[in-house]
């Protein structure tokens, strides 16, 4: 098992600035893929931001140029720097993660709990 643990978020202004951290814990032999989607009220969980094991990002249309993660593989630590938020990047955001254990080919996907994050207008 492992335990996704979620910090940041909360309240701020459009155009302000905050940022995500989550930390993975328990039986990791090795992360595929860390990441973070969010989600909206009335809305399917979208992707964010996710960051393979060997440093590929793949970034959501509408965050591009405004978001910045950043992944320590050595430390299980993945982040997610927003800036610029706008009022519809308000969601619940979840930290993710895509572990193998001794089968490569066999994956696993793990969440965290969520972490609201507001942006009034």
């Known amino acids: 098992q492992v335990q996704l643990v979620e910090s940041g978020g909360g309240w701020v202004q459009a155009g302000g600035s905050l940022r995500l951290s989550c930390a993975a814990s328990g039986s990791i032999f090795s992360i595929k893929a860390m990441g973070w989607y969010r989600q909206a009220p009335g809305k399917q969980r979208e992707l964010v931001a996710i960051?393979?094991?060997?440093?590929?990002?793949t970034y959501a249309d509408s965050v591009k140029g405004r978001f910045t993660s950043s992944r320590d593989n050595a430390k299980n630590t993945v982040n997610l720097q927003m800036n610029s938020l706008k009022p519809e990047d308000t969601a619940v955001y979840y930290c993710?993660?895509?572990?193998?254990?001794?089968?490569?080919?066999?994956?696993?996907?793990?969440w965290g709990q969520g972490t609201q994050v507001t942006v009034s207008s």
């Open positions: 993710y993660a895509r572990v193998t254990y001794t089968d490569p080919n066999d994956e696993y996907n793990y």
């Open positions: 960051i393979t094991s060997v440093g590929v990002t």
